[in-house]
């Protein structure tokens, strides 16, 4: 491996024109082809195998047309204190706003709250709901500012209006400023790390180059494969998160093998034969831990999990092509300043890493014990995590949506966000009507249950469908147990559906989908690193620090969202369950991050000691090399992770503060302390293999051990007279 690398890198670096123009024609190619492709789709959100996607298929299939694919609109009005919406001057007021409401090309109809009987009891709330010919993302501007305008038609007529549905929703979701930020500190800790403007800019170019290609090859296949819009969101955040990270060790190593005196071809042939192959390793963990995604079972996860594994491929791919052809054409400008004067610098002086390493192989069992520990504590709240899908409810107050939901809990009870929907199959009974009836008569006499209405059948008569309203909101534990128990307690051919139904079903998919997608995970990741590392220990010590790690930031996020320890720093106005999908996304995520640390670290720890230094001072050596990199690389995925915690969108937030949190503890407690304190107390064993087990393993050369074995004059070639000029060696 390292051997084959090497000669990539030079020949990268040699061919740095032919290389550079590759890269330019297949962007040219792949965004020629993204303009003409018809884009993503908008598919749906499914989930084959739940109760609520049964009913919902059984009802597209039995009502067809019926099963709500246009987009809505719910427009709220709530009449000034010590009034009534049915008042006559409001009730005007009111007709006049659902009149304004039917206009527009999109419009299918919209339903008169006094026909239709949508007014609260007390007189004080009503809604209508306008129905659309599309779906909410081909909804058009000009239709929602239609809403908008008739809504403050109400509004200056004296009434309270808000506006919600999923027609309102404009897409939101990651993007922008969120990107900028992370670029920006990332920028700075590049600059700060490297001391030279082209050493920070080469890896921040070369990850928008991956990130470019991997969007323009999503627009390109959207429509092929079903790719949604919201697809990409994962593998742009983490294509340019690895995509910094590979290329910023790359060109790290690169500088270290500058400074021992080597030429720049050599250096470049060198980084890519040992960083390199780090980085390939580092990728392959990555894609494993998104490709797993697909033991879920949620078409979504499995096509976000993966193109984001596409992203980290084509992330490896640039840092080990491009970086190495950019470095031809600045070998010198992406060296520190003392170095570009001095020429060559052999020294093996102390540093901020190998200072560390010192202090945590004095003390190895008090700073195992204290990491432990601390992650520990901070994984507790995590034994009350409570899943569900956040949904107006949890957005800012500020918004009209959140509004739109408080002033309906109000007006026509907390349940009424989340009713229940009953899908009767009657197909086969003697009496299709009677025992809907039954059904229908039996839930409304169940504990937690306010209302029902009326059964609607469909054209064949064998299908029937009505909603029962709860007492208790959507994210009430009440409702959950409400549901469990309807469905416990029925004898009959009926399944529920609905919102707060289909969160239920996701969380208990997600659940048990959990402990065999992380036994998947593992279990490759760890056969991967006994074949890297050839030691049976470290594998299992990396697997058992990211089970530490990730536990921990599920925990915090717990504390934060759930709890609401420190909601108001964050921007978190409204805690309740955690995203369904968040310990899959961290899980999946994190695991892939953690090993590159892992791997990154170790893999300079195991170079010292497989050439002939003790197994105390290659950990000292490895930090010596890697831990100012290491550090720098978490900072960077930190910033990107952490950008995405000032979105509006509450779920964008979540992942964001949980992958941030999760990057921050692996990255600065596990990797840099806890393994540290393990090999310290391991020793030797840390690298031992049984005999059978080697030779079993293949052989795969990380170390670059296979480069220090070249013939004599093969590594320091004479310089050609294209050679750019180089420092003094």
């Known amino acids: 491996m390292a051997a084959f690398l090497y000669r990539l890198g030079r020949l990268a670096f040699r061919r740095r024109g032919y290389v550079a123009l590759m890269w330019v024609a297949v962007l040219a190619a792949v965004g020629l082809g993204a303009l003409r492709a018809p884009g993503t789709s908008d598919e749906e959100f499914s989930m084959p195998g739940i109760e609520s996607q049964k009913a919902y298929d059984l009802m597209q299939e039995r009502f067809p047309g019926a099963a709500a694919d246009g987009a809505t609109a719910r427009v709220v009005f709530v009449a000034p204190d010590g009034q009534k919406v049915t008042a006559t001057e409001n009730k005007k007021a009111v007709e006049e706003t659902v009149a304004a409401l039917g206009t527009g090309s999109q419009v299918a109809g919209v339903a008169d709250p006094y026909r239709t009987k949508a007014v609260s009891k007390d007189g004080s709330t009503a809604y209508a709901t306008v129905t659309y010919k599309v779906k909410s993302a081909d909804v058009t501007d000009a239709s929602r500012t239609a809403v908008q305008k008739a809504a403050k038609q109400a509004r200056d007529a004296g009434l309270t209006v808000e506006t919600g549905g999923s027609a309102m929703d404009s897409g939101g979701g990651a993007g922008g400023m969120a990107e900028v930020i992370g670029i920006a500190v990332a920028a700075v800790v590049l600059l700060v790390t490297f001391g030279s403007l082209a050493a920070a800019g080469l890896p921040l170019l070369t990850?928008?180059?991956?990130?470019?290609?991997?969007?323009?090859?999503?627009?390109?296949?959207?429509?092929?494969?079903?790719?949604?819009?919201?697809?990409?969101?994962?593998?742009?955040?983490?294509?340019?998160?690895?995509?910094?990270?590979?290329?910023?060790?790359?060109?790290?190593?690169?500088?270290?093998?500058?400074?021992?005196?080597?030429?720049?071809?050599?250096?470049?042939?060198?980084?890519?034969?040992?960083?390199?192959?780090?980085?390939?390793?580092?990728?392959?963990?990555?894609?494993?831990?998104?490709?797993?995604?697909?033991?879920?079972?949620?078409?979504?996860?499995?096509?976000?999990?993966?193109?984001?594994?596409?992203?980290?491929?084509?992330?490896?791919?640039?840092?080990?092509?491009?970086?190495?052809?950019?470095?031809?054409?600045?070998?010198?400008?992406?060296?520190?300043?003392?170095?570009?004067?001095?020429?060559?610098?052999?020294?093996?002086?102390?540093?901020?890493?190998?200072?560390?390493?010192?202090?945590?192989?004095?003390?190895?069992?008090?700073?195992?014990?204290?990491?432990?520990?601390?992650?520990?504590?901070?994984?507790?709240?995590?034994?009350?995590?409570?899943?569900?899908?956040?949904?107006?409810?949890?957005?800012?107050?500020?918004?009209?949506?959140?509004?739109?939901?408080?002033?309906?809990?109000?007006?026509?009870?907390?349940?009424?966000?989340?009713?229940?929907?009953?899908?009767?199959?009657a197909n086969g009974a003697v009496d299709p009507k009677a025992d809907v009836a039954a059904i229908n008569q039996k839930i409304a006499r169940t504990d937690g249950i306010v209302s029902v209405t009326q059964p609607r059948f469909n054209e064949a008569g064998d299908t029937a469908v009505f909603t029962a309203t709860p007492s208790t909101s959507p994210t009430d534990e009440r409702t959950k147990d409400l549901v469990k128990t309807i469905r416990a307690e029925r004898t009959e051919n009926f399944e529920v559906t609905g919102t707060t139904a289909l969160n239920i079903d996701i969380s208990d998919k997600v659940q048990a989908a959990l402990v065999p997608y992380l036994i998947t995970i593992v279990g490759l990741a760890v056969i991967l690193l006994l074949v890297v590392f050839r030691s049976v220990l470290v594998p299992l010590k990396a697997a058992l620090g990211f089970l530490l790690s990730v536990l921990a930031a599920l925990g915090a996020v717990v504390v934060v969202f759930q709890e609401g320890h420190g909601a108001s720093v964050f921007g978190v106005e409204q805690t309740g369950p955690i995203m369904s999908l968040m310990p899959i996304f961290l899980v999946g995520i994190v695991f892939g991050l953690a090993m590159d640390y892992e791997v990154f670290l170790v893999s300079r720890m195991r170079e010292a000691y497989v050439h002939g230094e003790a197994a105390r001072q290659s950990v000292v050596s490895g930090f010596r090399h890697s831990a100012r990199v290491v550090v720098a690389a978490a900072l960077i995925m930190i910033a990107v992770f952490a950008g995405f915690i000032g979105e509006s969108d509450s779920m964008i937030k979540m992942i964001g503060f949980g992958l941030a949190s999760a990057v921050l503890l692996d990255a600065f407690v596990v990797r840099m302390a806890i393994v540290p304190a393990v090999l310290a107390l391991l020793g030797d064993r840390a690298w031992w293999l049984p005999k059978w087990l080697d030779r079993l393993l293949p052989r795969v050369d990380i170390e670059g051990e296979a480069l220090t074995r070249r013939p004599a004059g093969a590594a320091e070639p004479d310089p050609t007279p294209d050679e750019p000029a180089q420092v003094r060696v």
């Open 207 to 425: 990850a928008l180059i991956g990130v470019a290609f991997t969007m323009l090859a999503i627009t390109l296949m959207g429509s092929a494969l079903g790719l949604s819009t919201s697809t990409g969101t994962l593998a742009m955040m983490l294509g340019l998160a690895v995509g910094i990270d590979y290329a910023l060790f790359v060109v790290s190593r690169y500088r270290e093998e500058r400074a021992q005196g080597h030429t720049p071809e050599e250096a470049t042939g060198l980084a890519v034969g040992t960083a390199g192959s780090a980085v390939v390793f580092a990728g392959l963990t990555v894609v494993i831990a998104l490709a797993g995604l697909t033991v879920v079972g949620i078409p979504m996860l499995t096509k976000m999990g993966l193109t984001a594994a596409g992203a980290v491929v084509v992330a490896v791919v640039v840092a080990l092509t491009a970086v190495p052809a950019l470095l031809g054409f600045w070998p010198n400008t992406v060296l520190a300043r003392r170095l570009r004067k001095r020429g060559v610098d052999k020294s093996t002086g102390d540093n901020g890493g190998t200072r560390w390493a010192r202090f945590v192989l004095r003390r190895p069992l008090p700073v195992l014990l204290l990491g432990v520990v601390g992650l520990g504590a901070l994984a507790l709240p995590m034994t009350g995590l409570q899943l569900g899908m956040p949904g107006d409810e949890a957005k800012s107050t500020s918004t009209t949506e959140r509004r739109a939901y408080d002033d309906l809990a109000e007006g026509f009870g907390p349940g009424f966000n989340g009713p229940l929907t009953v899908v009767v199959d």
